[in-house]
């Protein structure tokens, strides 16, 4: 039976992958980023059409049927290896903690800046084209707009709460995947992870941006001002979920292991 990795080869293994993701060039990484940002849209299409097919019957039993079906998108990004913001958090920071002579930041706001822009190109460009009337069923219609609706009139304090959780829980979704060898293995943690943050309604920055944009071009009623103060709120919640609660936590748990073994 083969031993789980322990936290420190988990962690070589994060700067290994992080130096491939900070290394790429730019076109690589624009072009990756792009897939990634229509490659969620997916998930967001599958979660719409089966949590609008279940609604009219079984109405308490959509929401997990549509978390069901998100999980697939998530299967996607990880399968794909794209770059989906936030979830390139805990590789990349490894490799700029494991490096003795620099932060690595403008590497770092490099990788994070057009990741975050081009996963918003792409996934705009492939909401655009559902959005053409009768391209998606009525029932998707319907849950991808109430989504939407129901994004923005959060509480910010619950908005907050629910972007460091979705934060936290994708940086988490980096970290196992490093802990785990086979293709089996990821596709079971990707989706996992993926329909635990849909059930939770747990905020992913792009992702919800996304769904925001969806449900604006499917005829929602939400001003420019609610989209921003959104995409703020969610913003700081998945960097101190992703960053501060779970990526810093498991490179304070190396670097004790590594004081506590010398």
């Known amino acids: 039976m083969a031993v789980a990795p322990d936290p420190s080869e ?32 997916f998930g967001m299409l599958a979660l719409g059409i089966v949590e609008g097919a279940f609604e009219p019957r079984f109405a308490e039993l959509a929401p997990i049927a549509g978390a069901l079906a998100f999980g697939v998108g998530v299967v996607f990004l990880v399968v794909g290896r794209t770059e989906l913001f936030n979830e390139n958090f805990f590789d990349p920071v490894a490799k700029a903690v494991d490096a003795d002579d620099t932060w690595m930041v403008r590497p770092l706001l490099r ?112 001003g420019l001002g609610e989209l921003a103060a959104t995409t ?7 960097l101190a979920g992703g960053l501060g609660l779970v990526t810093l936590s498991h490179v304070a748990q190396v670097m004790g292991a590594q004081e506590s073994g010398g």
């Open 10 to 41: 988990i962690f070589e293994r994060a700067v290994q992958e992080g130096e491939r993701r900070l290394d790429q060039s730019l076109l690589e990484l624009v072009a990756t980023s792009f897939i990634a940002g229509f490659t969620v849209v």
């Open 111 to 222: 990788l994070w800046v057009v990741t975050f822009s081009l996963n918003l190109v792409g996934g705009v460009l492939l909401i655009y084209l559902l959005s053409v009337e009768g391209a998606l069923s009525k029932g998707a219609v319907h849950v991808l707009t109430e989504t939407a609706v129901t994004i923005v009139h959060r509480p910010a304090a619950a908005e907050f709460a629910k972007a460091v959780t979705g934060g936290a829980l994708v940086s988490l979704l980096s970290f196992m995947l490093e802990a785990v060898d086979s293709v089996a293995s990821r596709i079971a943690v990707a989706y996992i992870v993926g329909v635990l943050l849909t059930l939770g309604v747990f905020d992913h920055v792009i992702v919800t941006i996304l769904h925001v944009l969806f449900g604006v071009f499917l005829g929602a009623n939400i």
């Open 232 to 238: 703020a709120i969610v913003t700081a919640g998945n």
